[in-house]
């Protein structure tokens, strides 16, 4: 394969990677807590190719980089006693049999064992270990102040418990379901200047018209791309008809 050859397939590989990390994100355009992941690849594509249409610099090929944008999404009020949002930089600890995972997306609920978990069962940490809610106790009678304290009917039964990873955050990794594994070696502190809010949900911070346009000018450098691949291929054949007649 030519080195252009090699070249446009390589740009034909990042293209389509970009092309899913979008349709995720459009996807989750409506998923409580989600954050979007942002990849460069092809506004480093356009940039080469108006710098060096010949595509002669081999050095300045761009590479598939992708991140998860932590930015706060819009707060969205539901009314529901459970259901729990952070306004500022910080993120839910749930328990697994793994060990802790973190999220942005607080819709909660009330197990058998009366502990506050999230919808897939796991366990909300407290600052103390687990909160409890006492037996018979109705939902309308938990109140979550803006610091984080659970209450029943006045009385104090926990406090929800918020990390932050500062400027390390994007070491975390997606584990699925809104949730972020931190490698064993990233170090959490307790959440500084956030304000908890209850009967409110985070939106997911996808903003739709924004990827609609990232995936246009994706998809028309993909077609370029496959153009200029089948033309080179059609070349490259014609030639050995050629040496061959």
């Known amino acids: 394969m030519s080195d252009i050859s090699a070249q446009v397939s390589s740009a034909i ?10 349709a995720n994100n459009l996807a989750n355009v409506s998923t409580t807590g989600y954050k979007r992941t942002t990849n460069t690849f092809s506004k480093m594509l356009n940039k080469l190719i108006s710098t060096d249409p010949t595509g002669t610099n081999q050095d300045d090929n761009p590479i598939l980089t992708s ?3 932590f930015s706060q999404g819009n707060l969205i009020e539901s009314g529901r006693t459970l259901d729990v949002a952070i306004s500022g930089k910080g993120f839910f600890v749930l328990q697994t049999d793994q060990g802790s995972t973190y999220t942005r997306s607080g819709n909660f609920d009330i197990n058998k064992n009366g502990q506050l978990v999230d919808q897939s069962g796991r366990v909300v ?13 109705a939902t309308s ?7 984080g304290i659970v209450r029943v009917d006045g009385a104090n039964v926990g406090e929800l418990k918020i990390v932050d990873f500062g ?3 994007s070491e975390l990794v997606p584990a699925g379901f809104g949730c972020y594994d931190a490698p064993a070696d990233l170090k959490s502190e307790d959440a500084k200047n956030v304000t908890i809010k209850q009967g409110y949900l985070e939106g997911s911070n996808v903003q739709m018209m924004e990827e609609l346009v990232d995936m246009i000018n994706v998809t028309r450098l993909y077609q370029a791309n496959m153009k200029l691949l089948t033309t080179g291929s059609d070349n490259t054949k014609n030639l050995i008809n050629l ?3």
Do not use: R
């Open 141 to 147: 009678q938990i109140t979550i102040s803006t610091d």
């Open 13 to 22: 590989d990042g293209l389509t990677s970009e092309y899913q990390i979008i």
């Open 243 to 245: 040496a061959m007649g």
């Open 67 to 69: 991140k998860i944008d």
């Open 167 to 169: 400027k390390n955050e």
């Open 125 to 137: 940490a407290g600052k103390y270990g687990p909160i409890t809610i006492p037996p018979g106790a």
